[in-house]
T-cell receptor, first 112, second 113 residues
Framework: DAKTTQPPSMDCAEGRAANLPCNHS???????VYWYRQIHSQGPQYIIH???NNETNEMASLIITEDRKSSTLILPHATLRDTAVYYC?????????????FGKGTLLTVNP | DAGVIQSPRHEVTEMGQEVTLRCKPI?????LFWYRQTMMRGLELLIY????????DSGMPEDRFSAKMPNASFSTLKIQPSEPRDSAVYFC???????????FGPGTRLLVL
């Protein structure tokens, strides 16, 4: 699976949009971009994933660049409860590919 | 949906004792995973089951660790004998199939004294 690069930490004001970047310059054509987060003392939580089109769900939006070498997770209106470590993971989707490799992620701190 | 259920949430034991962690996956999910998280090593996959069959146990640290999945709704991770270095948070996760998004339980915080 392709490696990802994320900033170690970011700050965001409550109520503002949080934009978390991820670089995955070695991504292959059949690899998806996944985002998980881990709130302190809780298990990792699946947020969203996509291949090349932008995706949106009730939690967040995922913007993938046209060359697919980077992506941005957007939390449109960040709240204090969104403070967490956010992990960007690239992997082949479906089939028997079960591995999910977590890196160090980005610690997002939402400030009041 | 209840999500993935793990028990106990916290466990404190003494070195040499047997520890059993339990997991109930989300109904309808056929893939189950056990992970361990420590500050030093991050989140590591210990073992993966598909349709109740262990597929990949290469992450199990040593023979003291064993995992079973007797049916689709229950799995255990056992450590016997436990050692202080086993202290960690153990997560169970399940997914609809092997390549689908994984949903994690709240974890079991294990402290071995």
């Amino acid at each position: 699976d392709a490696k990802t690069t994320q900033p170690p930490s970011m700050d965001c004001a409550e109520g503002r949009a949080a934009n978390l970047p991820c670089n995955h310059s070695t991504i292959s054509g059949n690899e998806y971009v996944y985002w998980y987060r881990q709130i302190h003392s809780q298990g990792p939580q699946y947020i969203i994933h996509g291949l090349k089109n932008n995706e949106t769900n009730e939690m967040a939006s995922l913007i993938i660049t046209e060359d697919r070498k980077s992506s941005t997770l957007i939390l449109p209106h960040a709240t204090l409860r969104d403070t967490a470590v956010y992990y960007c993971i690239v992997r082949v989707d479906g089939g028997s590919n079960y591995k999910l490799t977590f890196g160090k992620g980005t610690l997002l701190t939402v400030n009041p | 949906d209840a999500g993935v259920i793990q028990s106990p949430r916290h466990e404190v034991t003494e070195m040499g004792q047997e520890v059993t962690l339990r997991c109930k996956p989300i109904s309808g999910h056929n893939s189950l995973f056990w992970y361990r998280q420590t500050m030093m090593r991050g989140l590591e996959l210990l073992i993966y089951f598909n349709n109740n069959v262990p597929i990949d146990d290469s992450g199990m640290p040593e023979d003291r660790f064993s995992a079973k999945m007797p049916n689709a709704s229950f799995s255990t991770l056992k450590i016997q004998p436990s050692e202080p270095r086993d202290s960690a948070v153990y997560f169970c996760a399940s997914s609809f199939n092997a390549g689908a998004p994984q949903y994690f339980g709240p974890g079991t915080r294990l402290l071995v004294l």
